[in-house]
Structures are given as C-alpha cells and as structure tokens.
C-alpha cells in the first residue's frame, strides 16, 4: 500500500474538525443553499444581508486605522467576515470559509494557511500547507501535501481529491505563512 505522510492526516484531520465546528456556529445557515431546517428561506437570506451590512461597515469603520497603522487589510478582512458570520450564525461561503481560516489559525496553529476564492468571490475555501513555490492559480501544481477545507460544502481533504479546482480561475485572498 502506499504510505500517507503523517502531517498529511493531522491537517485533513484539523480540516474535518473544522468543518464540524463552522457547521456548529451555522445556526442559521445559508442563503444560496437551501436544506431544510428550523429557519425557512426568508430568515437566512435576511440573515446574511444583515451579517453582510455589519461586514462592510465594520471594515469601513476599521479602515483608516489599518491604513494609518500599516495592517493587512485582507487580515481585518478574514477577521471581519469570520466575527459576523459567527454572530449571526448564518454565511454562505464566504463566511464559512473565513470562519474556517480564523479556526485554523486561531485554534489549531496550522501553518501555512490560505483563504482562497475562485473567480471573483464565486466560491471561497480554506488550504491547509500548500508550497507557496506551486502556482496559486493552477491546483494541478500544489504540492500533493496541500489540503483543502471548504465548510461551505462540508468537504476536507488532499488537493488531489478535488477535481472541481483543476483548471478553475483560483486567487489566495489571504496567505499567513508563520
């Protein structure tokens, strides 16, 4: 049989645990996608409008201070998204997604990480441990280590798993390297 690295399994396990953890923030839920649960389509899709408002004025609330103090932007930006989404307990996956960063980062200390989105803002994922010398736009490039946690669609796994991403238009939104 072949033989999966170790640090392989802890971060496609890190990203299964995430996942469990943002669908358990996800009270609400989504917008754009509509399972059945306690919450009909109307209250979801007023949820996120409403987390969506708070998301931009919170950011242009936040705005001269990240410019004047030289901060990352697309941080208070992963940070923003993942603080209402949260708070609302509703996002699609954009949301979702930043959610999972924060965790990642936050709670788990994996190292590196990437918030990532296909198109623009078409679908957003997390990547767990891809080689920064791969090329970020081309999936088919990554490093056979590198793993995906997409809450969103309640999948987490290695790169190789995800057929959907090879020859999609991919851009890191936010890398944290250390």
């Not at 103090?69 to 930006?77: C, E, F, I, Q, R």
């Amino acid at each position: 049989g072949q033989i999966v690295e170790p640090a392989l399994l802890k971060n496609i396990a890190a990203a299964v645990d995430t996942n469990r953890f943002v669908a358990s923030k996800m009270d609400i839920g989504t917008s754009n996608k509509f399972l059945p649960n306690f919450w009909g389509a109307p209250a979801r899709v007023m949820c996120v409008a409403e987390s969506r408002r708070q998301i931009v004025g919170d950011l242009a609330r936040q705005g001269t201070g990240i410019r004047d103090g030289g901060l990352d932007p697309m941080k208070a930006m992963v940070d923003t998204w993942a603080h209402w989404a949260r708070h609302f307990g509703c996002g699609n996956c954009g949301e979702q997604s930043a959610m999972a960063f924060v965790y990642l980062r936050d709670i788990k200390g994996i190292r590196p990480l990437e918030w990532m989105q296909i198109g623009d803002f078409v679908h957003g994922f997390v990547v767990i441990n891809r080689d920064a010398a791969t090329k970020e736009a081309d999936a088919s490039t990554w490093n056979a280590s590198a793993v995906v946690c997409d809450p969103y669609k309640s999948d987490a796994g290695s790169v190789s798993n995800f057929a959907w991403l090879r020859g999609a238009p991919i851009k890191v939104l936010y890398r944290l390297n250390q």
